[in-house]
């Protein structure tokens, strides 16, 4: 089992920049593909960003693709999602999810094992 706590989000001025940040506990991190997720209100669930186990592959959703990075370290159990040129479309609570064993790149909410608290990101126009 893992625990995971996100941090970072907060309210951003439209092309301003977020930083969330995942921390694990529990069993092994590197046990785990990791992804980031984002729910608006009214709206599904939708997949943002992807990490492999060991940070070989990364993967986006396609509308967020160039603005938002993903990035793990296994040393510091950490998963981290760099957002930039934010859009007001953006505002979300935001969630860091655990795929135990995957192979990263999932994008359905059902294929992750555990999720974190979710923080609210805002971005006002």
């Known amino acids: 089992q893992v625990q995971l706590v996100e941090s970072g989000g907060g309210l951003v001025q439209a092309g301003g920049s977020l930083r969330l940040s995942c921390a694990a506990s529990?069993?092994?991190?590197?046990?785990?593909?990791m992804g980031w997720f984002r729910q608006a209100p009214g709206k599904e669930r939708e997949f943002v960003a992807g990490?492999?186990?060991?940070?070989?592959?990364?993967y986006y959703a396609d509308s967020l693709k160039g603005r938002f990075t993903i990035s793990r370290d296994n040393a510091k159990n950490t998963v981290v999602l760099q957002m930039n040129s934010l859009k007001p479309e953006d505002t979300a609570v935001y969630y860091c999810?655990?795929?135990?064993?995957?192979?990263?790149?999932?994008?359905?909410?059902?294929?992750?094992?555990?999720w974190g608290q979710g923080t609210q990101v805002t971005v006002s126009s």
């Open positions: 999810a655990a795929d135990y064993l995957g192979v990263g790149g999932r994008v359905g909410p059902d294929e992750y094992d555990y």
């Open positions: 529990g069993r092994t991190f590197s046990s785990y593909a």
């Open positions: 990490i492999s186990r060991f940070g070989r592959n990364k």
